[in-house]
Nanobody, 123 residues
Framework: VQLQASGGGLVQAGGSLRLSCAAS????????MAWFRQAPGKEREFVAAITYNGGRTYYADSVKGRFTIARDNAKNTVYLEMNSLKPEDTAVYYCATSGGVGPLDKAYNYNNWGQGTQVTVSS
């Protein structure tokens, strides 16, 4: 499954962005998905995850209440709605498909990654 992330950009603090991650294959529909992010000089960190059918979602404490993950399996796409953005949200955001080998908030569980989209939040 190839993943194509889009929707990043430059936004002022307090603003909003919606990221999209389009998958190339229908097998996407059977896969749990997640968004991770990586800021310069920092390790990649978990942001949000969603089960294959959208039944459960998980969030990092740092984004809970501000970000929402959703998916549209008819469109082979997962979304990340980001509101009340803060400068510390600045990072490259990656979508990934789960390999089903561990917890959904762990990067080692994911075996397929998109190319990333840059989000920059100015103060």
């Amino acid at each position: 499954v190839q993943l194509q992330a889009s929707g990043g950009g430059l936004v002022q603090a307090g603003g909003s962005l919606r990221l999209s991650c389009a998958a190339s294959a229908r097998t996407f529909r059977s896969l749990d998905m997640a968004w991770f992010r990586q800021a310069p000089g920092k390790e990649r960190e978990f942001v949000a995850a969603i089960t294959y059918n959208g039944g459960r979602t998980y969030y990092a404490d740092s984004v809970k209440g501000r970000f929402t993950i959703a998916r549209d399996n008819a469109k082979n796409t997962v979304y990340l709605e980001m509101n009340s953005l803060k400068p510390e949200d600045t990072a490259v955001y990656y979508c990934a498909t789960s390999g089903g080998v561990g917890p959904l908030d762990k990067a080692y569980n994911y075996n397929n990654w998109g190319q990333g989209t840059q989000v920059t939040v100015s103060s």
